[in-house]
């Protein structure tokens, strides 16, 4: 008899979940959600989850938001920033002649309102596009506490510095297989760092809403799909994707991603 061979590593759950009993990991008393945006800046200062509570930091859980459903609107007073726990949320504004500018997508674990941060009103509309969940912080509240947590303070920076740095990239003059690469890599390597699949996930954005965001036409984007998969680096079956030849696809994403 041959002998047995060890176990591989357990698969990943494939985003986005979909069971309502596990929408969103709430960790326990002592421990953090697998998609808290702020575990890793608290942990670093030796706290736990029971001592945030001790310092009365408001977390509000909220949802869950379903598909159409506004997180909050342009022009809304701005009070707090939120987690992303599960789903995905658009954020995006409408200029004067009613057009729609989509400005990003927010998987779990990302943050959407920082960019109010500046003012006293959000500049932005943000959107669920499935079934959402988050925590939401006051941001009166997280700022305190971020002046007696130098490593929150500067998480939130880090965080801040990140949106702006995601925002410019795609308004380079970079070509559109390129352009729908990096745009797949990125959302594949933002899955990966919160436990889901690299390789296997689930498109909750339309692909108009992608062309909006890349800045291109919507045929566009189903051409250069359609020819991802016949070239032999994708599978795609509706809004679900496999990324079938990862390195080939981060080798076409590079000219985007590398600066």
Known sequence: M??????????????????????ADDGDALTFCTTCAFSQACL?????????????????HVGPLHAGEHVFREGDPFTAIAAVRAGTVKTYQVDRNGHEQVLGFHLPGEVIGLNAIHGDRYPCNAIALDTVMLCRFSFPRIATLAQRLPNLQQHLFRLMSHDIGVA???????????????????????????????RRFQLT????????????????VSRVLRRFEQDGLLHIKQRDVEIVDLPRLEALALAVLRS
């Open 2 to 23: 041959s002998p047995s061979r060890p176990p591989g590593p357990p698969a990943r759950t494939v985003f986005p979940r979909t069971s309502p009993s596990v929408l």
């Open 44 to 60: 670093s200062e030796g706290m736990d989850k029971s001592a945030l509570m001790d310092l009365h930091v408001l977390v509000e």
């Open 168 to 198: 410019s990239l795609f308004a380079r003059d970079n070509s559109a297989d390129e352009r729908m690469a990096a745009f797949l890599i990125g959302l594949s390597r933002r899955l990966a760092a919160r436990g889901f699949s690299p």
């Open 205 to 220: 954005m339309s692909r108009t809403d992608i062309a909006n965001y890349l800045r291109q036409a919507p045929e566009t």
